[in-house]
């Protein structure tokens, strides 16, 4: 019987249409808009200005606080402008535009790709080294790697737990860097742990992955302490909390961190961008990105320069297809569509997904039949069918005490609800209005 | 004789009760001011909270203890019921000018090119929530209606063929309720003006000029030109936007006809002679039809 977590789920169809396609490096672009925010928390302050000339992995932009990242250069070039522009987010914000000359790479940075083992390095110069490194969370929520590392006083980690679940449909970005990395990954879990000061970590992965599980199982022969489990395929597997309760059958308190329960969780794609800091020098300033579709003629998965414009990734996949309704940054089931295709990828980009006309429709919102579907599927165990009918009638208290703020967004109500209704739109305006109402009650 | 018990048992038991709710009565009363009905009758009895309390009989309450009116007002009712409201509490109370909801947005389908389709749910703060908008321009207006909504006075709404909210100036109380529902901000609550004559700037783009340009034909460009024609200072340019103060505006309409993309709007004027240049007359002149079209007194 494998794990899975207790409450919820769906299966959305799996479309890994690219999990075969091997990791491609995308040529550099001509020019690249490095977004300041990419990350939760306080937007990074601009380094450079206009004219200034930067190189590969030069910081061009330092964290506004302690929840916050620094920002590099992908590539080598001159600083154009510094203007607001579009991004994933639908609204115009700081970028850093820069055009490219060459290639040159900071002298700091290890360009081998020999996997180079060993590493003596305290906790604290570790956390301190992914924070200059400005690593935040690949698997999309994009929290600063740092803080989720510092544990807060009178908190222990007991054990690290490694997101290799990719429960998204479509997106196999991490699933190939399972299959080509996995010995820097299993490094960088090795650095994490040293920095938690943990001995026990898990790497959950879905069964749909059995050639990642098959060599992850092999390798991990060689480094104590790590172990991998296979979990059962169940969207949203890879939420933070489902994960720990599969994988150690804990349940993080309403309101809490996984600290709580002991445990920390990190994506492969961090674990691997947290190697390549430690031990190469080298800050985060690309990553791996699907670009898939039912419609797109060569699917696959490239490691993209931080803002490459997405219009690039599109090309280098065979080009837009006509019948494109929507393209979405991130997966089909909590990504977003974009409003052009100059939006930039950012270190939280997992995917690009161009969906067809028809498959991108909304559906008309029907009434509510109370059938209560999607009760049944809240993988937290709320009930979406009244959150929206709160939201609908502004009853934000009793939105409170209904625990919208525990909602993941997984959208599993929306993708299981018989009448379309949008029940995650709903819940969200009700989660960021709830928080605006606790934030200005604290003042 | 039996009856006769029966009804003595039962008068003893009515008596005693009468006696004891007499006294609970008594004991427990609440006394209220009865100026609070004479008062709340006196309100319109919307209960619309446009002047910011739960509903009239929260105004009622709020006016019958407050000791100066003047920070009170009831923008439905408006100078005339406040004056009866001042006469039922025996105390002074000044006139104000009556207020009127302006869209301060003029981005309709021809001068806003639509750059992308939004199919999510139907309501401009969800759609806030999500992204810019579905045009270049992201301070306009969403049109899908919130204000509308909002509406408990029939005194808004949504022009089909602009796609912009359009504000009926018989109807509107100013009780501010469209002006809290726009995510955008782009309504305001502006002075009806002598025989309902107004200006105002109709456009919200706090963008740099030619970014605001390239998204909207009729956007606000912050060029500075109003503000240095206005002899009163009432106009203010803020992060490339202009402001006229409606206090001070005189009305003169210097402004209007110096506006290179027509943004500032002028209502209920009648047809200005010619002063200007003739180029800037043709300007004005299909800066006027822009404004009949979309005039708030559709």
Known sequence: MLKTFSKGGVHPAANKLSADKAIEILPLPKTVTIPISQHIGAPAKV????G?????GQKIAESGGFVSANIHSSVSGTVSKIDNIVDASGYKKPCVIINVEGDEWDENIDKSKELKKDFDLSAEEIIKKISDAGIVGLGGATFPSHVKLSIPKGKKAEVLILNGVECEPYLTADHRLMLEKAEEILVGTKILMKALNVDKAFIGIENNKPDAINHFNKLVENYEGIKVVPLKVKYPQGGEKQLIKAVINREVPSGGLPIAVGAVVHNVGTAFAVYEAIQKNKPLFERVVTVTGKSVTKPANFLVRIGTSTA???NAAGGLPEDTGKIVSGG????????????????????????????????????????GKCVSVCPMGLEPYLLMNLVENKMWDELEKNHVLDCIECGSCMFTCPSQRPLLDYIRLGKSTVNKIIRSRKK | MTILVTIITLV?????????????AQKFKVYENPKIDEVEEALPGANCGGCGFPGCRGMAEALVKAEDLSTLFCPVGGNETMAEVAK????????????????RCNGNFEKRKRTNQYDGAATCVMAASLYGGDTACEYGCLGLGD????????AIYMDLTTGLPVVNQDNCTACGACVEACPRDIIELRKKGPKNRRIFVSCVNEDKGAVAMKACKVACIGCGKCEKVCAFGAITIENNLAYIDFEKCKLCRKCVAVCPTGAIHEINFPVKKAVAKPEEKQQIEKNKEEINKNSENK
Do not use: H, W
């Open chain 1, 47 to 50: 380094l450079v200005k206009k």
């Open chain 1, 52 to 56: 200034d000339s930067v190189k590969v």
């Open chain 1, 312 to 314: 690039e990734l599109i």
């Open chain 1, 332 to 371: 089909p089931m909590m990504g977003k569509a974009i409003v052009n295709t100059d939006v930039p990828i950012t270190k939280g980009s997992s995917g690009v997904l161009l969906f067809k006309d028809k498959e991108s429709k909304r559906q008309e919102s029907q009434n509510c039949i109370r059938c």
């Open chain 2, 12 to 24: 003893t038991i009515g008596v005693i009760a009468a006696v004891i709710l007499y006294l609970v």
């Open chain 2, 88 to 103: 039922i509490l025996g105390k002074e109370i000044a006139a104000k000018e009556p207020m009127v909801a302006v869209v």
């Open chain 2, 147 to 154: 204000c509308v909504e909002a509406c408990n006075f029939d």
